[in-house]
Structure formats: structure tokens, C-alpha cells
């Protein structure tokens, strides 16, 4: 199960399992690798949402994001405020 948890200044994305990654998602991030460097983030949430793995806490750093269209979860989601 996918939790969205709003933290400022990040929105975290984390979901159950065993072993936890932490990836990161920045407006000046591109779109390659596992987002698991925090100098090397994801461009899109999508992306990120794509590379992780249950138990896993997506950091979203504060801006402003472009969305070509709905973000898709394809796993059980729950959002915390």
C-alpha cells in the first residue's frame, strides 16, 4: 500500500515491504536511473512512482511541477495530510 504523506518542504510517497529506498523527485532532476541519489533526482513523480519498490519514500522537493497528464499509481494508495 502506497501512502502520501505531505511533510514540508518535501511531499514524501512511501509504500509497505521489507526493504525501503529513498528516491528523490527535483525540477532540476532528469528522468534516468533509480532516483536513489539525492544530487541526482527524478524529473517527474511519475518516473519515480514507475522506479519504486514497496517500502520505498519518495521525496518530492518543493517547486513547481508540469503534469502532461494524471499520475498514475498502480498500486493501493492512501493520501495522509
Known amino acids: 500500500m502506497l ?3 505531505k511533510l514540508l518542504p518535501f511531499l514524501v ?5 521489507a526493504h525501503a529506498a529513498d528516491r528523490y523527485v527535483a525540477t532540476t532532476g532528469t528522468d534516468t536511473g ?3 541519489a539525492i544530487l541526482s533526482p527524478c524529473l517527474t513523480l511519475q518516473y519515480a512512482i514507475n522506479q519504486a ?5 519518495i521525496n518530492v522537493a518543493a517547486g513547481t511541477y ?6 498514475a499509481v498502480t498500486r493501493s494508495a492512501r493520501s495522509d495530510s
Not at 519498490?53 to 519514500?57: C, E, G, Q
Not at 508540469?66 to 499520475?71: E, F, S
Open 53 to 57: 519498490a514497496a517500502n520505498d519514500t
Open 13 to 17: 510517497l512511501a509504500a509497505t515491504s
Open 3 to 5: 501512502r502520501l504523506l
Open 66 to 71: 508540469t503534469v502532461a497528464g494524471l499520475v
Open 34 to 36: 533509480d532516483c536513489q
